[in-house]
């Protein structure tokens, strides 16, 4: 495999890319600059071409969800760019606010040309202040430029861009629930349809895009759509992609990949295991997704290839475990988080995600019995399909997961009355 | 997420009746950027908490209720839904460590016993000079650097115990 040109993470390291000036030295803004001479259908079509996916979790086409905003002229029309990065374990959005904030104003413009929308929110959590600073200075850079304001490069296309700061609620990231935390109500998701493509932030039609999706669309109406399909596995898993890597490695960090490189080379590409520990699972995407044991090792890292081996890509925040690691003390700690993070509308979810943290702190407190598998199970089973969003669904993958790949280390904490795996001490 | 009650009964009776010209001139420049008065309300209270020393007490809610034009009971139903909003006082300094999965493997369990040790209180207590308060909390978005807290503003990345009592030495 030829050497992998580094695409959204090009800039990092390079401080000049922080002022308008730096980043247009760097070539920045041409895209934008291009985007503006196009017919804004032909970008849609462009990104629909490119196969672009979601990068917030979801994984679904970006073109198409431009499409499917009105053509009317009776309502404005919004972008909300989700800078919530909230799901554990995910941390590559703030490196690429931190580090690069006009690539991400350059994307989130090109999008709104695209669909129309005159005003562009990026939500960012509350905890982030110090990229919700950079890209304030950043912005406040733009606007003076002539990038952002009432005529974008001279083009007559009028576009305005603000930061907006959440308040620390996970629930915040879900797209609907992003939108009434917008509208200063509690983050609450709304019941769909209508869609935010129809209905969306102050009763008009609204893309919602995460951080990194909008980041990768500059580099698509630059280089083109065949380009950007050239990288990946194959036609549905396409362009570059980055993996937030924590856990048990030597060096944990963000790294830039084609999308589908194996969790092998992931793995080899921070160092290894951590002080030369061996392999025991992963999470592939973030807590809302299922556990992977190690022999998924050769794993191709992209959406369609985790989903075929019962997991997720998500965000693709892998989190690594080495041999030493309880499961049920990191299950139980995924569960303490969704049942903090469930926003209480319905009832399996809010009583769910109670009972899998009581059930899993139990067990490793080795006060758990053997019939505790099936109870898990049966309130996963209560919670699938039964929930309003997909915080429901999300936080039952880590637990089945669990039960259905870890059934005799639960079965050791009934049997030793404690937690067979002392060296490490977890949180609950 | 907190789902209690929100608190009532008059409010008490201090130096700020309203925003200060300040943060009122801050929140008017926010308010431009939202089609309604309701949108501004997270932002508001940021501003307002800022203005409070770190929590929002009734007096602050009845204020931003106020400016915003909002119902009271609406701005407290909002307070308790966030975590980053505090109804009761924190110390001049807030700590918040991150236990979730990544920084748990890496050993943040240790740093929350060594703050219980260095400050002599328990969770979400203030230390008796009201100097520092510490919680537990989720993810924080910075688990290549785990383990890991927030102290006021800041990410403190990469914690030792060693490293935690000296950072502790360095809150005023
Ligand atoms: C509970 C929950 C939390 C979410 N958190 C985030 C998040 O922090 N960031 C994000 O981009 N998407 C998050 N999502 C996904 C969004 O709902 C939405 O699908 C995404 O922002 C769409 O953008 P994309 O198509 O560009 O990925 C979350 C979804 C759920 C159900
Ligand atoms: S599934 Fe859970 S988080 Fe989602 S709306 Fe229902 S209660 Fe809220
Ligand atoms: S798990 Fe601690 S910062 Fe993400």
Same mark, same amino acid.
């Given at each position: 495999?030829?050497?992998?040109?580094?695409?959204?993470?090009?800039?990092?390291?390079?401080?000049?890319?922080?002022?308008?000036?730096?980043?247009?030295?760097?070539?920045?803004?041409?895209?934008?600059?291009?985007?503006?001479?196009?017919?804004?259908?032909?970008?849609?079509?462009?990104?629909?071409?490119?196969?672009?996916?979601?990068?917030?979790?979801?994984?679904?086409?970006?073109?198409?969800?431009?499409?499917?905003?009105?053509?009317?002229?009776?309502?404005?029309?919004?972008?909300?760019?989700?800078?919530?990065?909230?799901?554990?374990?995910?941390?590559?959005?703030?490196?690429?606010?931190?580090?690069?904030?006009?690539?991400?104003?350059?994307?989130?413009?090109?999008?709104?040309?695209?669909?129309?929308?005159?005003?562009?929110?990026?939500?960012?959590?509350?905890?982030?202040?110090?990229?919700?600073?950079?890209?304030?200075?950043?912005?406040?850079?733009?606007?003076?430029?002539?990038?952002? @304001?009432?005529?974008? #490069?001279?083009? /007559?296309?009028? +576009?305005?861009?603000?930061?907006?700061? *959440? =308040?620390? $609620?996970? %629930?915040?990231?879900?797209?609907?629930?992003?939108?009434?935390?917008?509208?200063?109500?509690?983050?609450?998701?709304?019941?769909?349809?209508?869609?935010?493509?129809?209905?969306?932030?102050?009763?008009?039609?609204?893309?919602?895009?995460?951080?990194?999706?909008?980041?990768?669309?500059?580099?698509?109406?630059?280089?083109?759509?065949?380009?950007?399909?050239?990288?990946?596995?194959?036609?549905?898993?396409?362009?570059?992609?980055?993996?937030?890597?924590?856990?048990?490695?030597?060096?944990?960090?963000?790294?830039?990949?084609?999308?589908?490189?194996?969790?092998?080379?992931?793995?080899? @590409?921070?160092?290894? #295991?951590?002080? /030369?520990?061996? +392999?025991?699972?992963?999470?592939?995407? *973030? =807590?809302? $997704?299922? %556990?992977?044991?190690?022999?998924?090792?050769?794993?191709?890292?992209?959406?369609?290839?985790?989903?075929?081996?019962?997991?997720?890509?998500?965000?693709?925040?892998?989190?690594?475990?080495?041999?030493?690691?309880?499961?049920?003390?990191?299950?139980?700690?995924?569960?303490?988080?969704?049942?903090?993070?469930?926003?209480?509308?319905?009832?399996?979810?809010?009583?769910?995600?109670?009972?899998?943290?009581?059930?899993?702190?139990?067990?490793?407190?080795?006060?758990?019995?053997?019939?505790?598998?099936?109870?898990?199970?049966?309130?996963?089973?209560?919670?699938?399909?039964?929930?309003?969003?997909?915080?429901?669904?999300?936080?039952?993958?880590?637990?089945?997961?669990?039960?259905?790949?870890?059934?005799?280390?639960?079965?050791?904490?009934?049997?030793?009355?404690?937690?067979?795996?002392?060296?490490?001490?977890?949180?609950? | 997420?907190?789902?209690?009650?929100?608190?009532?009964?008059?409010?008490?009776?201090?130096?700020?009746?309203?925003?200060?010209?300040?943060?009122?001139?801050?929140?008017?420049?926010?308010?431009?950027?939202?089609?309604?008065?309701?949108?501004?309300?997270?932002?508001?209270?940021?501003?307002?908490?800022?203005?409070?020393?770190?929590?929002?007490?009734?007096?602050?809610?009845?204020?931003?209720?106020?400016?915003?034009?909002?119902?009271?009971?609406?701005?407290?139903?909002?307070?308790?839904?966030?975590?980053?909003?505090?109804?009761?006082?924190?110390?001049?300094?807030?700590?918040?460590?991150?236990?979730?999965?990544?920084?748990?493997?890496?050993?943040?369990?240790?740093?929350?016993?060594?703050?219980?040790?260095?400050?002599?209180?328990?969770?979400?207590?203030?230390?008796?000079?009201?100097?520092?308060?510490?919680?537990?909390?989720?993810?924080?978005?910075?688990?290549?650097?785990?383990?890991?807290?927030?102290?006021?503003?800041?990410?403190?990345?990469?914690?030792?115990?060693?490293?935690?009592?000296?950072?502790?030495?360095?809150?005023?």
């Amino acid at each position: 495999m030829p050497a992998f040109e580094p695409v959204l993470t090009r800039n990092v390291g390079k401080p000049e890319a922080l002022t308008l000036k730096g980043y247009r030295q760097l070539g920045g803004y041409e895209a934008l600059a291009k985007a503006l001479k196009m017919e804004p259908d032909a970008i849609i079509e462009e990104v629909k071409k490119s196969g672009l996916r979601g990068r917030g979790g979801a994984g679904f086409s970006a073109g198409l969800k431009w499409s499917f905003i009105p053509k009317g002229k009776d309502k404005p029309k919004y972008l909300v760019c989700n800078a919530d990065e909230s799901e554990p374990g995910t941390f590559k959005d703030r490196l690429l606010m931190e580090y690069d904030p006009h690539q991400l104003i350059e994307g989130c413009a090109i999008c709104c040309y695209a669909v129309h929308a005159t005003t562009c929110y990026i939500y960012i959590r509350g905890e982030y202040t110090k990229a919700a600073a950079i890209l304030e200075r950043a912005l406040k850079e733009a606007y003076e430029g002539g990038i952002l @304001g009432d005529s974008v #490069m001279g083009s /007559g296309f009028k +576009l305005n861009m603000w930061v907006h700061r *959440g =308040a620390g $609620a996970y %629930i915040c990231g879900e797209e609907t629930g992003m939108l009434e935390s917008l509208e200063g109500k509690r983050g609450q998701p709304r019941v769909k349809p209508p869609f935010p493509a129809v209905v969306g932030a102050f009763g008009s039609p609204t893309v919602i895009n995460n951080v990194e999706t909008l980041c990768n669309v500059p580099h698509i109406i630059e280089r083109g759509a065949d380009w950007f399909k050239a990288i990946g596995t194959d036609e549905r898993n396409t362009g570059p992609k980055l993996y937030a890597i924590s856990g048990h490695v030597e060096r944990p960090g963000t790294y830039e990949y084609p999308i589908g490189v194996t969790f092998r080379e992931l793995l080899e @590409g921070c160092g290894g #295991m951590y002080k /030369g520990g061996n +392999l025991k699972a992963f999470i592939p995407g *973030g =807590a809302s $997704a299922p %556990i992977l044991p190690a022999e998924h090792i050769d794993i191709k890292m992209d959406f369609d290839t985790v989903a075929k081996a019962g997991s997720m890509l998500g965000s693709a925040a892998v989190m690594v475990m080495d041999d030493k690691t309880c499961m049920v003390g990191s299950v139980a700690r995924l569960a303490k988080f969704f049942n903090h993070e469930s926003c209480g509308q319905c009832t399996p979810c809010r009583e769910g995600t109670n009972w899998m943290e009581l059930v899993l702190k139990r067990l490793e407190h080795g006060e758990g019995s053997e019939a505790d598998k099936t109870l898990l199970l049966s309130v996963c089973n209560h919670i699938g399909g039964n929930s309003l969003c997909a915080l429901g669904d999300a936080a039952i993958g880590p637990v089945k997961s669990l039960v259905e790949r870890y059934p005799d280390e639960i079965d050791q904490h009934v049997r030793e009355k404690r937690c067979p795996f002392p060296r490490r001490r977890y949180f609950s | 997420m907190s789902v209690s009650e929100p608190a009532t009964g008059a409010a008490p009776v201090s130096g700020h009746a309203g925003l200060p010209p300040e943060a009122k001139a801050e929140l008017d420049e926010i308010r431009r950027r939202y089609p309604t008065n309701e949108a501004a309300l997270l932002p508001a209270l940021h501003i307002a908490q800022k203005v409070w020393g770190g929590w929002l007490p009734d007096e602050a809610i009845q204020a931003v209720a106020r400016e915003l034009d909002l119902a009271p009971a609406k701005v407290y139903g909002v307070v308790t839904f966030y975590d980053l909003y505090h109804q009761k006082p924190v110390g001049r300094h807030r700590i918040r460590v991150c236990t979730n999965l990544s920084c748990q493997l890496r050993g943040s369990e240790e740093i929350m016993e060594t703050l219980h040790q260095e400050l002599g209180v328990g969770e979400d207590e203030v230390t008796p000079d009201g100097r520092v308060s510490y919680v537990h909390f989720e993810c924080l978005g910075s688990c290549d650097t785990a383990p890991m807290m927030m102290v006021d503003e800041t990410y403190q990345e990469n914690l030792t115990p060693d490293r935690v009592r000296q950072i502790l030495k360095g809150l005023k």
